[in-house]
């Protein structure tokens, strides 16, 4: 059985996002934790041709690798009752059916002091999947993310959104993958004049 599938009857259950779903979560919950997860390191090593990009222009966005030395920081969203069920359907279609992520339980450990770690569904793309990129230079990584668009909007919002998010909550914490690709596409939109501000309201976690 799926891990989306054991949490389905439960009346709460808690969802791990660590890519677009740390800004921009879509579905309703009770409340927002910051946290991390250990075990994996965050990568932009997976493709997507729908949201961020499209079948000729595939656009980066993150996925979990799994490294024991490493860990991840995001958002744990509480889901309660009707949530459960409807935040799944939500998640199932933008994640697994139109992003090709699966499904896997990790243990969330909350950045707050005094509060016990929890067990989170998490959604990982790995190097099965047929849009898979896999690992490429943190230039070459830029440069795809600034020539690529979806249907959600442009690939460097994507990224841009996630350094946000980590300076911002995380400000302790050195991600040298996301700020060293960020600073990639910066230097690209620099050399083309700059970058144009994004369509979204600000960053705002809210039961944080």
């Not at 359907?89 to 450990?109: A, H, K, P």
């Not at 190097?127 to 230079?137: C, E, F, R, V, W």
């Not at 230039?139 to 795809?144: G, L, V, W």
Request: charged share 25%; aromatic share 12%; with cysteine.
């Amino acid at each position: 059985m799926k891990p989306q599938d054991n949490i389905r009857e439960k009346t709460t259950a808690w969802i791990f996002g660590y890519g677009s779903l740390v800004w921009k979560p879509g579905f309703a919950y009770k409340k927002s934790k910051i946290g991390y997860i250990t075990g994996y390191k965050r990568r932009f090593w997976h493709g997507d041709d729908f949201y961020r990009g499209n079948k000729d222009k595939p656009g980066r966005v993150a996925t979990l690798v799994e490294d024991q030395e490493a860990c991840t920081w995001g958002v744990a969203y509480e889901v309660t009752d009707s949530q459960v069920d409807e935040s799944l359907q939500y998640l199932n279609t933008r994640e697994v059916v139109l992003g090709g992520y699966r499904t896997e339980m990790v243990e969330f450990i909350p950045k707050e002091q005094g509060q016990a770690p929890l067990l989170a569904l998490v959604y990982i793309a790995t190097s099965d999947n047929p849009i898979y990129l896999g690992p490429a230079s943190d230039k070459e990584i830029a440069a795809q993310i600034a020539a690529c668009r979806g249907s959600t909007g442009h690939n460097s919002e994507y990224l841009v959104r996630l350094a946000e998010f980590m300076r911002l909550y995380c400000p302790e914490v050195e991600d040298e993958h996301l700020f060293s690709i960020e600073a990639a596409l910066l230097n690209i939109f620099s050399d083309c004049g700059g970058i144009k501000p994004l369509d979204q309201t600000p960053l705002l976690m809210a039961g944080t």
